[in-house]
């Protein structure tokens, strides 16, 4: 079974073969939450370590709980304790030696030692990850807790397995509320509560259309059936999307990805519609429709057919496909960036995939042509699809806000200085339904 996951660790040579790199990957885990970590920021950047360690490592992620019976707080696991939640999302509660700890807002309890230690906080729109304790001086929202989650993930895996020079002996923070630093706003804390629109259309549920509806778990929303999420997809679940997919697990079987993502939103209370074939060129947004889309596609002609749809709001976030910029992003907002035909990166598909190393493609027992496939997939980790989400659902809280709105941005998780936004005017946000005022 392909891992794109592993495929990182092989394209990028770190392993010899996949099995190489499962073994590389097969390390313990230990998330600490402490007893200041009472707020759904915090319990989203706790819930989000464990699925995307889970998925990036070996899968014995364990955690540490100060309030296991603490109500969990994001209105995917209403009725659930915070124990529980961490429970569904495949942690244990084994105590012992862990290869990598991530201790979640100022936490200072652990249950055996480790051998690396991250720190993740929350402090108003901005995630803090470092080497030390860093400490939180305003209240912070779930999408800021999603983002920091799957940086504490990014900054362990970076360190632990691709050997980054500075990896886990840095202090990395980045901002929701105005993402590139070099901006006017960058100062700004940025208010505590927000809206996002009450209809939105997701398009395309893989790596990046789960790490879109992962955000929507998280939020502590009153009333989450005042906001109807579209689901539109055409394929079906297999073994090897799990690594990748934050909604799915092992028992999501071959069902389509558009049920599997559907069973976890109405769960948590949301109104979902669902749209089973694929958005081609053809298909036009019609009245009643999501005047909202976000887009999470892998292909170039889906991407520069976007303005045909004729949503009047559309993001659109692409993410690397190699071992040199899997954890790289480029968000591009239409109308405000201009009509998606003409942007120039998507006018032909560059050749971005290097000749395959048969030998270290050999214990996936494949033939010449299965090889090239192999080759040809794109590299993946599951917390590049949430901080992703994080980022999307953002630069709508932040137009609902009249905050700092961006019509294109690039950022690299791994990097201290690849983040550039260009400014955008924004789209009137208060011509669209929204929801209830979203805070802790």
């Known amino acids: 079974m392909l891992d794109r996951t592993s495929k990182i660790l092989v394209d990028g040579e770190h392993a010899a073969s996949f099995a190489d790199a499962s073994a590389q990957r097969d390390l313990i885990v230990r998330v600490v939450v402490g007893v200041g970590c009472r ?14 360690a889970r998925r990036a490592f070996g899968g014995r992620v364990s955690v540490k ?15 659930m304790t915070i124990g529980e939640a961490c429970e569904t999302e495949g942690a244990s509660f084994q105590s012992g ?22 720190w993740a906080s929350n402090d ?15 209240p912070s929202n779930s999408l800021v807790g ?16 691709l050997g980054h020079a500075y990896a886990g002996r840095r202090l990395i923070e980045r901002s929701l509320w105005c993402p590139d630093p070099r901006l006017e706003g960058s100062e700004e804390k940025g208010p505590q509560t927000f809206r996002l629109p009450a209809d939105v259309w997701l398009v395309g549920l893989g790596h990046l259309g789960q790490g879109f509806a992962w955000s929507l778990l998280h939020l502590p929303v009153r009333e989450p059936g005042a906001m109807r999420v579209t689901l539109q997809d055409d394929e079906r679940c297999v ?3 799990v690594s990748t997919g934050l909604l799915l697990t092992e028992a999501s079987g071959n069902q389509r990805k558009t049920r599997a993502v559907c069973c976890r939103l109405t769960a948590a209370g949301y109104e979902v519609a669902l ?35 004729e949503f009047p709001l559309a993001i659109d976030v692409a993410l690397g496909g190699r071992p040199s910029d899997f954890d790289g992003m480029t968000m591009r907002v239409f109308p405000d960036v201009g009509r998606s035909s003409d942007v120039t990166a998507w006018r032909r598909r560059p050749s971005q995939f290097a000749e395959p190393s048969t030998a270290r493609y050999r214990d996936l ?11 040809e997939k794109a590299v993946g980790a599951s917390f590049v699809g949430a901080y992703a989400g994080s980022l999307a659902w953002s630069e709508l809280a932040r137009r609902s806000l009249g905050g700092p709105a961006l019509e294109r941005f690039d950022i690299s998780m791994r990097s201290d200085h690849c983040a550039t936004g260009r400014p955008s005017r924004g789209a009137d946000f208060a011509r669209w339904s929204s929801t209830p005022s979203i805070g802790d």
């Open 365 to 375: 027992d494949l033939d010449a042509c299965g090889v090239v496939r192999v080759a």
């Open 65 to 79: 709980l100060a309030e296991w019976a603490a109500p969990a707080l994001g209105v995917g696991y209403r009725g």
């Open 239 to 241: 073994p090897a999307n």
């Open 97 to 118: 030696h862990a290869d990598i700890e991530i201790r979640v807002d100022g936490a200072v309890e652990s249950s055996g030692p480790a051998q690396t230690v991250i």
């Open 275 to 309: 749209v089973e074939r694929r958005m081609d060129s053809s298909m036009r947004r019609q009245a009643g429709d999501p005047a909202v889309a976000l887009f999470g596609v892998d292909n170039y002609d889906a991407r520069r057919d976007i303005s045909l749809h």
């Open 39 to 52: 707020t759904a920021a915090g319990h989203a950047t706790a819930l989000t370590a464990v699925a995307t």
């Open 124 to 138: 108003g729109w901005r995630s803090l990850i470092g080497n030390e304790r860093q400490l939180a001086h305003h």
């Open 146 to 161: 999603v983002a920091t989650g799957a940086l504490a993930v990014s900054e362990a895996f970076q360190m632990s397995l």
